[in-house]
Nanobody, 122 residues
Framework: QVQLVESGGGLVQAGDSLRLSCAAS????????VGWFRQAPGKEREFVAT????????NYADSVKGRFTISRDNAKNTVYLQMNSLKPEDTAVYYC???????????????WGQGTQVTVSS
């Protein structure tokens, strides 16, 4: 069982930046790919970014390419999502999730955090 805890969300203005963190509070993230997903009110959960254990594979949703950067510090069991040039449409609850496979579908992930709210005002 891997317990994930997200942090770093908040209320910002359009154009601002935020860095989200996803920390494993139990067990190590060793061997796990970690993905970020988000869900806006009234919308389905959508893929944002994913990073493999050895950082050999990184993928982004088209909507965040060039603005968001996913990274990880395996020594700290933490994965980050640097979000720059935020837009109001980035407003959502952001979740991190762990999987032995990774991928862009939430169904491929079996450990999920509780989420952190990101609100971008115009």
């Amino acid at each position: 069982q891997v317990q994930l805890v997200e942090s770093g969300g908040g209320l910002v203005q359009a154009g601002d930046s935020l860095r989200l963190s996803c920390a494993a509070s139990t067990r190590t993230l060793s061997g796990y790919a970690v993905g970020w997903f988000r869900q806006a009110p009234g919308k389905e959960r959508e893929f944002v970014a994913t990073i493999s254990w050895r950082v050999t594979r990184i993928n982004y949703a088209d909507s965040v390419k060039g603005r968001f950067t996913i990274s990880r510090d395996n020594a700290k069991n933490t994965v980050y999502l640097q979000m720059n040039s935020l837009k109001p449409e980035d407003t959502a609850v952001y979740y991190c999730a762990a999987s032995s496979k990774g991928g862009v579908s939430g169904r491929e992930y079996y450990y999920w955090g509780q989420g952190t709210q990101v609100t971008v005002s115009s």
